[in-house]
């Protein structure tokens, strides 16, 4: 990408971050409400997020944006879902959120401008491709380590202590996807201050329905339920799982529309309030069922073993590259990425790169002028 194009892309996004802060001061100002008093957290994804706010939705290039949001118990929810929600009318917010898409470039992590005194973070994954699963999960997972590392006020304030049950050296020392019998990488190590620093952590999974008659479909639907479960627990962070129709008895749904209801409560460590029944807490996610239980429902004769097969390689997938930009490209937003390839291939994609320094050094000048006179004959033709 050129360089005077990344830095007005750049400087667009910090114009309007240091508009968004100056009318954050104003309104803090006028109400006695300030921003440390309301319950926030912070929303990673990958290609797909929870966003009630309309405006908050992110477009092509964008990583973050904030919702600010007026929640109420699920019987009002369900009125101001279907009204005032797609008015955009909020009198009273009550709950903050961050949308941060997470891609691999750790551009993006330097443009996050987060306060991290923000310590209650919600893992947003999609599920309607399996195979694509354990890439998002490891992007946000790498991500979530970056922005911990080095935060020395990780566990200021008194706000939702209870629930900071997932340190960083968890994280460091996790990996989403491993096999029960594969060993754990030599490169997972974590240092002894990594113990002192926690956050509470929420995964919410995007739930997709199967054909229940396709038995691989079926069965791969179950090893990600496996492995996620199996992942929260490793973390000892909460786990629900969002959608519209009941998949399983083992796999609570919870409804779009109460969500952001119950990441207050959550924040609030109100553990009586509706809808938080829904959830899989920390300290409750029996191991001994997932390890026996769910394994077995997670295997699938003939394709893998889930006991020895870790989740890379049951469900490899489809394709290469950031499920990020194949989202774009799908939504045509995929911005100068896209008509840099689509020039790239009208004047002679068959045109092969040398794999090596050594295969193109060794090429001879006459080879190399009879490849360039090659090329300018393919473009004419053009």
């Given at each position: 990408l050129?360089?005077?194009?990344w830095y007005?892309?750049?400087?667009?996004?910090?114009?309007?971050?240091?508009?968004?802060s100056?009318?954050?001061?104003?309104?803090?100002?006028?109400s006695?409400?300030?921003?440390?008093?309301?319950?926030?957290?912070?929303?990673l994804?990958h290609?797909?997020?929870?966003?009630?706010?309309?405006n908050?939705?992110?477009q092509s290039?964008?990583?973050?944006s904030?919702q600010?949001?007026e929640?109420?118990?699920?019987e009002v929810?369900?009125?101001?879902?279907?009204?005032r929600?797609r008015a955009?009318?909020v009198?009273?917010?009550n709950l903050?959120?961050?949308?941060?898409?997470?891609?691999?470039?750790?551009?993006?992590?330097?443009?996050?401008m987060?306060?991290?005194t923000?310590q209650?973070y919600?893992m947003?994954?999609?599920l309607?491709?399996?195979s694509?699963?354990?890439?998002?999960?490891s992007?946000?997972?790498d991500?979530?380590?970056?922005l911990?590392?080095?935060q020395?006020?990780?566990?200021?304030?008194s706000?939702?202590?209870?629930?900071?049950?997932?340190?960083?050296a968890?994280?460091k020392t996790?990996?989403f996807g491993l096999?029960?019998?594969?060993?754990?990488?030599?490169?997972?190590?974590?240092?002894?201050?990594?113990?002192?620093?926690?956050i509470?952590?929420?995964?919410?999974?995007?739930?997709?329905?199967?054909n229940?008659?396709?038995y691989?479909?079926?069965?791969?639907q179950n090893?990600i339920f496996?492995?996620?479960?199996?992942?929260?627990?490793a973390?000892?962070?909460?786990?629900?799982?969002?959608g519209k129709t009941?998949?399983?008895?083992?796999?609570?749904i919870?409804?779009?529309?109460?969500?952001?209801?119950c990441?207050?409560?959550w924040?609030?460590n109100?553990h009586?309030?509706?809808?938080?029944?829904?959830?899989?807490?920390?300290d409750?996610?029996?191991?001994?069922?997932i390890?026996?239980?769910l394994?077995?429902?997670?295997?699938?004769?003939g394709?893998?073993?889930?006991?020895?097969?870790?989740?890379?390689k049951a469900?490899?997938?489809?394709s290469s590259?950031d499920?990020?930009?194949?989202?774009?490209?799908?939504?045509?937003?995929?911005?100068?990425?896209?008509?840099?390839s689509?020039?790239?291939?009208?004047?002679?994609?068959?045109?092969?790169?040398?794999?090596?320094?050594?295969?193109?050094?060794?090429?001879?000048?006459?080879?190399?002028?009879?490849?360039?006179?090659?090329?300018?004959?393919d473009?004419?033709?053009?």
């Amino acid at each position: 990408l050129h360089p005077v194009k990344w830095y007005n892309k750049i400087a667009r996004y910090t114009s309007t971050m240091a508009l968004f802060s100056t009318l954050l001061s104003e309104s803090n100002e006028k109400s006695t409400t300030t921003s440390s008093e309301t319950p926030t957290l912070i929303q990673l994804f990958h290609t797909k997020s929870i966003t009630y706010d309309e405006n908050a939705k992110l477009q092509s290039h964008a990583v973050l944006s904030y919702q600010a949001l007026e929640v109420s118990s699920p019987e009002v929810e369900s009125k101001l879902f279907g009204q005032r929600r797609r008015a955009n009318q909020v009198i009273n917010p009550n709950l903050g959120v961050w949308n941060c898409c997470v891609m691999r470039e750790k551009l993006v992590d330097s443009l996050l401008m987060i306060p991290d005194t923000v310590q209650h973070y919600c893992m947003t994954i999609d599920l309607s491709d399996p195979s694509m699963v354990e890439p998002a999960v490891s992007v946000l997972h790498d991500s979530l380590v970056r922005l911990l590392v080095g935060q020395v006020s990780a566990n200021s304030g008194s706000n939702g202590i209870a629930t900071r049950t997932t340190s960083l050296a968890k994280l460091k020392t996790t990996q989403f996807g491993l096999a029960p019998q594969e060993k754990q990488p030599s490169s997972l190590t974590h240092k002894e201050e990594d113990d002192n620093i926690k956050i509470s952590l929420l995964i919410c999974a995007f739930v997709a329905p199967t054909n229940k008659d396709d038995y691989k479909e079926t069965q791969a639907q179950n090893l990600i339920f496996y492995h996620l479960r199996r992942y929260a627990a490793a973390l000892n962070c909460a786990l629900c799982f969002v959608g519209k129709t009941a998949i399983a008895e083992e796999v609570p749904i919870l409804p779009i529309e109460q969500v952001s209801y119950c990441w207050r409560e959550w924040i609030l460590n109100n553990h009586n309030a509706n809808g938080l029944n829904q959830f899989i807490t920390p300290d409750n996610h029996q191991p001994d069922v997932i390890e026996s239980v769910l394994l077995r429902n997670a295997q699938c004769a003939g394709e893998w073993n889930a006991t020895e097969d870790s989740l890379w390689k049951a469900l490899p997938p489809l394709s290469s590259g950031d499920s990020n930009e194949k989202d774009l490209k799908r939504d045509g937003q995929a911005g100068d990425g896209d008509w840099l390839s689509q020039l790239r291939d009208s004047v002679g994609s068959e045109q092969t790169m040398p794999t090596s320094r050594t295969t193109a050094s060794a090429a001879s000048p006459a080879a190399a002028k009879e490849d360039v006179s090659s090329f300018f004959k393919d473009l004419l033709k053009k």
